[in-house]
């Protein structure tokens, strides 16, 4: 009889391999399902023989411990995929995860920016840093944040090779590996020349003393070989405090949030923006209308003359 924890071993190899998962989801499969079977051993069950009211349990005892309904339905798919390998493993003759509904997420409006407020970043970011090169790189990172909506993750690993030959696109890599191109504005194309030259610059001072070429746009001596993303997170927090702009509203993610609401106010087309974005599916993306829809009723409640109240 396999243990629990060689299950959840064996079904992240598969994920890896067959779903090409980034590592950041093989990490929250790992969590989520280590979670399942501490709950499991504290009953004396095992994966292989838990049912589906075992799972119901769980989800119950998640809701009283107060987790969310995005986390309760984020477990809830680790559970079923598990069982769903199990199954074709052979491990078990059925899922009894499969008939459970997951909880309905309620979907919140993330935070945005304004398009002054973007611009003060921009303009600050070119003079963030201990020297020019630092800056240049700051400079370079929140141009093309904002130009492409990339996810952190995608931008801080951004292979120095899709940079090459000032393009007017990029090639990104995301979620899976699929591959998307994103286009680069001017703005963003000169503070991309601009770093790639202070980079190559400093690339061959360090090849003359021994050290290897680095292939990532954004090297550093972190473990990954590239500006991890942590850094760059505390690096925004940094920006946003000396342009003025409230740090607790800016995150890597509140760039991409404003790249594709200030697109879709300019008229852009929603199946444009999600594939700018690579998002899987269109309804992912039609938030941001929500979010427009609410900036106009917040315009017209504070500008039009008839949504004034009248005088006492």
């Known amino acids: 009889m396999m243990d629990m924890a060689n299950w959840v071993e064996n079904y992240l190899d598969a994920a890896r391999a067959e779903l090409d998962a980034a590592d950041n989801t093989i990490l929250a499969y790992a969590r989520d399902l280590n979670d399942f079977a501490g ?22 005892d998640l809701d009283h411990a107060g987790k969310s309904r995005a986390t309760r339905a984020r477990r809830l798919s680790a559970i079923r995929q598990l069982y769903r390998f199990a199954f074709e493993e052979g491990w078990r003759s059925d899922n009894p995860a499969a008939e ?40 370079c990172l929140m141009q093309l944040l904002y130009a492409t909506g990339m996810r952190v993750s995608e931008l801080v690993s951004l292979p120095v090779n899709a940079a090459r030959g000032n393009p007017e696109m990029l090639l990104i ?4 590996g699929k591959e998307r191109m994103v ?47 942590i850094r760059f997170y505390t690096l925004i927090k940094e920006i946003a405090l000396a342009a003025g702009v409230d740090p607790g509203r800016v995150t890597p993610h509140t760039l991409r949030h404003a790249f ?6 300019g008229g852009a087309d929603l199946r444009v923006i999600q594939t ?37």
Do not use: C
């Not at 309620?106 to 630092?134: C, F, I, M, W």
């Not at 890599?173 to 899976?176: A, C």
């Not at 269109?282 to 315009?299: A, F, G, M, P, V």
């Open 100 to 139: 459970i509904k997951a909880p309905k997420k309620t979907r919140t409006l993330p935070q945005t920016l304004t398009v002054p407020e973007v611009e003060s970043l921009l303009k600050q970011s070119a003079y963030h840093g201990r020297n020019d090169q630092e800056q240049q790189r700051n400079h």
């Open 183 to 229: 286009p680069l504005s001017p703005p963003a194309q000169s503070a991309l020349k601009i770093w790639l030259t202070s980079r190559d610059q400093a690339g061959e001072s360090a090849r003359r003393n021994g050290k290897p070429a680095s292939r990532f746009l954004f090297p550093s001596p972190s473990k990954q070989g590239h500006l991890t993303r």
């Open 276 to 312: 700018l974005l690579g998002h899987a599916d269109i309804s992912t993306t039609e938030i941001y209308t929500h979010i427009l829809d609410e900036r106009l009723k917040e315009l017209v409640l504070k500008k039009h003359p008839l949504a004034k109240k009248p005088n006492a």
């Open 39 to 60: 709950f499991l051993d504290g009953k004396n069950l095992t994966f292989e023989f838990a049912m589906r009211p075992d799972i119901e349990a769980y989800l119950i």
């Open 260 to 265: 594709a609401t200030h697109l879709l106010a």
């Open 173 to 176: 890599r995301g979620k899976g």
